[in-house]
């Protein structure tokens, strides 16, 4: 029995496995901008050897950081990325824990991977991440709410009245009465998630605290370098992942066989579907201004997800 | 250990240029077309993640100290790439009272780009031929 849940964290559903997926799909956005804009872009393990590399690099640590949260804040969003991995269901692959409440852990763990951005980058002294940081901060506390809202709405919807926040019994709801990709009353929803994943992905047009290299240079990543860093990647990675088993859980959960090595290629193919998606969205659009950004998010994907909130508890009253 | 080399992080410092050589590395090297990429080289926002400084620009009595504060801050092994003229031999601003180029003064070059600006492929070939110096440099510290 433990040595089954060992397995389950460190290396199928969590662990290895999404780790190395997450590095495969981080490469293949790369090739898919690439594409769109007529080059030939990296190889498709290209990440894989960026991150075996940085761990071969020097340290530095600059002589005004708080060297301990510096070098050691990276670990905190990978370690809250792979616990998350091994907490959370795959459709038709793995069962998760089963716990009652996962969604509520999802929404904290889910902020975990921007706090260490923030933590990493305030304790590096360097003017660069000190704007970074405060413009991370900002856009957070609009999309973290985003993604609270659209859980709770589909919490309340697969209750029916009673907020029900077992990830588990969303996606067998959705297998019995046809995903919620398809229920117009969850549209505003699915719009206001692709928002959220690109402002907490930091693609564009919110890739205004890090890559943006007219203004803030590398953002709170300035200084760091070698192992940290490709802890950061790392954390990219599986939380690349971890997006693409939200979006199915609360949206496509439906699997196509019983067949556990079906069903794996079933959710690869959904997961490469999901990154090419953004990609394709990451070559096409510009970037933001910060009070741009913060407008944005403040208005459109809050107002979309309201709209399903009111929608779900309309319909669950039985008004629509 | 050859594996390690296939991923070069690029940082590029304007040191003055006439903003020719920028626009032949940043926008016409990197994004459309001509690809720098297909190296598995990537353009980073700082040095210190960076394995090759490429250089553009005579060097500037104002820009002077930002370069050395930028090649201070390079981590080991790193290799140089002089973009264009300018950072070779100042250009057509040699002689000229604000230059305190050329960039051998302040470090040791390790490829040359030549041309005012350079064609695109030239700085393909020259990011090419820094790899290979690169490699060996990892090989020597080892
Ligand atoms: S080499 Fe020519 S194009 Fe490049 S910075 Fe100098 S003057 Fe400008």
Redo the contacts between chains.
């Keep these: 029995m433990l040595s089954a849940n060992i397995i389950h964290f460190l290396i199928f559903p969590g662990g290895l496995f999404a780790l190395c997926l997450g590095v495969f799909m981080l490469s293949l956005e790369r090739i898919v901008v690439a594409r769109l804009q007529g080059r030939v872009g990296p190889p498709i393990y290209q990440n894989f050897i960026d991150v075996i590399k940085l761990f071969n690099k020097e340290i530095l640590v600059p002589k005004n950081a708080k060297e301990a949260v510096f070098i050691y804040s990276p670990l905190i969003g990978f370690a809250g990325m792979l616990a998350m991995l091994y907490f959370i269901p795959i459709p038709g692959v793995y069962e998760g824990t089963n716990v009652n409440s996962d969604l509520i852990v999802l929404i904290y763990v889910m902020a975990l991977p921007a706090i260490a951005h923030i933590l990493g980058g305030g304790a590096s002294s360097s003017p660069y991440a000190a704007i970074a940081v405060n413009r991370e901060l900002k856009l957070m506390l609009v999309y973290e709410m985003v993604f609270v809202i659209i859980s709770f709405s589909v919490a309340i919807y697969v209750g029916g009245g009673d907020a029900v926040f077992s990830l588990k019994k969303i996606m067998e709801y959705q297998q019995l009465h046809g995903s919620f990709l398809f229920d117009w009353k969850f549209w505003p929803a699915v719009i206001a998630f692709v928002v959220f994943v690109l402002a907490t992905l930091e693609l564009p047009p919110f890739q205004i605290a890090h890559h943006n290299d007219a203004d803030v240079m590398d953002g709170f990543l300035i200084e760091h370098s070698s192992i940290p860093l490709a802890i950061y990647e790392m954390t990219d990675a599986m939380k690349i992942i971890l997006l693409s088993i939200v979006f199915q859980i609360f949206f496509f959960p439906i699997a196509i066989t019983d067949d556990l090595i079906i069903n794996l290629i079933w959710f690869i193919l959904k997961t490469v579907v999901f990154v090419m998606f953004f990609s394709f969205l990451h070559a096409i659009l510009p970037s933001f201004r910060i009070d741009q950004g913060f407008k944005f998010l403040l208005i459109v994907p809050t107002a979309l997800s309201l709209i399903t909130l009111i929608l779900v508890i309309l319909s669950v009253k039985g008004l629509i | 250990m050859s ?2 080399t ?2 070069p992080f690029l940082f590029r410092i304007n040191t003055g240029s006439c903003n020719g050589c920028d626009v032949e590395l940043a926008t016409t090297a990197m ?5 720098v ?2 190296l ?1 080289c ?5 040095p ?2 960076a394995d090759i400084l490429l250089v553009t620009g005579p060097i500037t009595a104002r820009s002077k100290p930002y370069l050395l504060e930028v090649l201070d ?1 390079l ?2 092994p790193f290799v140089v790439v002089a973009v264009g003229t300018c950072p070779t031999s100042c250009g057509i601003f040699r002689d000229s009272y604000s230059i305190e180029g050329p960039l051998e003064r302040y470090v040791k070059v390790d490829v040359n780009v030549p041309g005012c600006p350079p064609r695109p492929q030239a700085i393909i070939d020259g990011v090419a031929k820094a790899l290979e110096i690169w490699k060996e440099k990892i090989r020597n510290q080892k």
């Design positions: 594996i390690i296939r991923s994004i459309p077309r001509y690809d990429e297909r598995g990537r353009y980073t926002g700082s210190k993640h801050e981590p080991n």
